[in-house]
């Protein structure tokens, strides 16, 4: 599958609408109101009510459109990230891991595009949707670079030489080489 097809996807293109239009309400709304943002129904008609809470937001994410623009997609991404607590909330879900997994996987191939295309808030969420609606978008880019990836590969088998190892710090190991088949010939001689 691809991280373009996740529901993640959905919510970076609501991240990057906000980023792309910071003086709109509308995008502001959708992107509190996405995985990033954090806020539910709820919270977002209590701030309603709340016009300073309500600055407070747009001031953020107005500076990280600034930054975007100046630093670029990575640096406003992280910012955001930081100031909204993603990865708090993230890791508290129970699929929290893959969400997060997903984030950074986003954030590694729209920092790439961003870069390699000289996109700004607005190009980069223009590639986004084409990106999740056209296969053959995404596909000018290396296919692996799209394809979901492991949230942890802790429990996977992991292949590691001895000189590497620095002391088989591992609770299994297999060594099936070690043998010295020399000293073995000479053995069956002796039997003999």
């Keep these: ?3 373009f097809d996740s529901e993640d996807a959905e919510h970076m293109e609501r991240t990057l ?26 919270g977002l008609l209590r701030l309603e009510d709340d016009d300073s809470a309500w600055d407070d937001h747009a ?3 107005r500076a990280c459109a600034e930054l975007f623009v100046k630093r670029g997609f990575t640096q406003a991404l992280r910012r955001l990230c930081a100031a909204y607590r993603v990865e708090e909330r993230m890791l508290e879900r129970p699929d929290g891991l893959r969400r997060l ?6 954030l590694e191939i729209l920092a790439e595009v961003s870069l390699s295309e000289r996109l700004g808030p607005l190009g980069l969420l223009r590639w986004l949707k084409s990106a999740r609606e056209d ?13 979901l990836r492991l949230e942890s590969s802790e429990t996977a088998v992991h292949l590691t030489t001895v000189h590497k190892s620095k002391g088989l710090e591992y609770p299994i190991v297999y060594c099936p080489f070690l043998f010295k088949p020399a000293q073995l010939r000479t053995e069956e001689k002796a039997l003999v």
Excluded: K
Aim: hydrophobic share 45%; aromatic share 8%; glycine share 8%.
């Design 101 to 106: 997994t997903n984030l950074n996987h986003l």
């Design 17 to 42: 609408l906000a980023l792309a239009h910071p003086a709109d309400a509308g995008a502001l709304r959708s992107f509190l109101c996405s995985l990033y943002g954090g806020l539910d129904a709820e």
């Design 1 to 3: 599958a691809s991280v």
């Design 59 to 61: 001031r953020r994410v």
């Design 135 to 147: 296969a053959a978008v995404r596909g000018d880019w290396a296919f692996e670079s799209h394809e």
